[in-house]
């Protein structure tokens, strides 16, 4: 099992610019995840997925879509990049919110 | 919307000295769920613990306890004759339903 798998690891983009961050898990779970975390507030959920073909805002979802079409695959796309969405993005993934989460390695985003 | 306060920012301590990371929640809910992660220098989120609202026992798992204190909202941890391997930041979070938050995180750092 890969578990869950992020791609890019790094990215730099320009003001404007936008563009998909992949994730995808092969433990069969309904549950999925993005957050980002910055210096000195933690994790903090973007959007959430309790299955395929629902999707829902969590705390800072503002500048940021996300699909699901299949269990395996949640992408979050930035869709005009900002310097405040300069960010390490973790994807996660498990049974159901009550279950222990599965993370990602990150993605570390830079935004020029 | 649920809360998680991890008031210690950092905590320095020297190997073989005990220290117990707060976390206090707030939530409207009955059904809840509590978790602790770690984050080591390399960056991974590393699951520790899952304890669900109506379960108030205490847990121990060699160095580690957890004590889950429903009447102060608290979940804390402590972790006893620390080792320089337990230097990372330590989340807690809330689960409610679709939902889980994290706390900003406590950065621990064990000195030789």
């Known amino acids: 099992n890969a578990g869950v798998t992020q791609t890019p690891k790094f990215q730099v983009l320009k003001t404007g610019q936008s563009m998909t961050l992949q994730c995808a898990q092969d433990m069969n779970h309904e549950y999925m995840s993005w957050y980002r975390q910055d210096p000195g507030m933690g994790l903090r959920l973007i959007h959430y997925?309790?299955?395929?073909?629902?999707?829902d805002q969590g705390e800072v979802p503002n500048g940021y879509n996300v699909s699901r079409s299949t269990t395996e695959d949640f992408p979050l796309r930035l869709l005009s990049a900002a310097p405040s969405q300069t960010s390490v993005y973790f994807c996660?993934?498990?049974?159901?919110?009550?279950?222990?989460?599965?993370f990602g390695p990150g993605t570390r985003l830079t935004v020029l | 919307a649920q809360k998680v306060t991890q008031a210690q920012t950092e905590i320095s301590v020297v190997e073989k000295e005990d220290v117990t990371l707060d976390c206090v929640y707030e939530t409207r809910d009955t059904t809840y769920y509590l978790f602790w992660y770690k984050q080591p220098p390399s960056g991974e989120l590393v699951f520790l613990i899952r304890?669900?609202?109506?379960?108030?026992q205490n847990e121990i798992s060699g160095r580690y306890s957890w004590n889950f204190q429903k009447s102060t909202s608290s979940f804390n941890f402590t972790i006893t004759a620390s080792q320089v391997v337990d230097s990372a930041v330590y989340f807690c979070a809330l689960s409610e339903v679709d939902d889980m938050r994290f706390g900003a995180g406590t950065r621990l750092t064990v000195k030789p």
């Open positions: 996660a993934s498990g049974a159901g919110t009550y279950n222990e989460q599965f």
């Open positions: 997925s309790v299955g395929a073909g629902i999707t």
């Open positions: 304890r669900n609202s109506f379960d108030e």
